[in-house]
Nanobody, 126 residues
Framework: QVQLVESGGGLVQAGGSLRLSCAASGRTFSSYTMGWFRQAPGKEREFVAAISWGGGGTTRYADSVKGRFTVSRDNAKNTVYLQMNNLNPEDTAVYYC??????????????????WGQGTQVTVSS
């Protein structure tokens, strides 16, 4: 069993930055591909970014965040990060992390992930 706890959300002005963290319990963190999804009110959950298991040599991003967001992982700390720069109001959503053991970074694979966090709210004001 793996528990995921997100943190780092908050209120930021447009153009600002936030770094989200997702801390995982357990001893097998490195075997999980990790992903970030977000869900805005009245909208479906959408893929944001993913990083492959192991050393995280493969990353994938939604077109809407490419060049602004960076996903990374620290296996020694059982944590995955999402650095978000140049935020805009359209980024406002609840952000969730997901873990899938030995999964690919494709959003379709992560959508049926093994474990999900409870989410952290990100609000970007104009």
């Amino acid at each position: 069993q793996v528990q995921l706890v997100e943190s780092g959300g908050g209120l930021v002005q447009a153009g600002g930055s936030l770094r989200l963290s997702c801390a995982a319990s357990g001893r097998t963190f490195s075997s999980y591909t990790m992903g970030w999804f977000r869900q805005a009110p009245g909208k479906e959950r959408e893929f944001v970014a993913a990083i492959s298991w192991g050393g995280g040599g493969t990353t994938r991003y939604a077109d809407s965040v490419k060049g602004r967001f960076t996903v990374s992982r620290d296996n020694a700390k059982n944590t995955v990060y999402l650095q978000m720069n140049n935020l805009n109001p359209e980024d406002t959503a609840v952000y969730y992390c997901v873990a899938r053991q030995y999964g690919s970074t494709r959003f379709s694979d992560l959508l049926s992930g093994d474990y999900w966090g409870q989410g952290t709210q990100v609000t970007v004001s104009s």
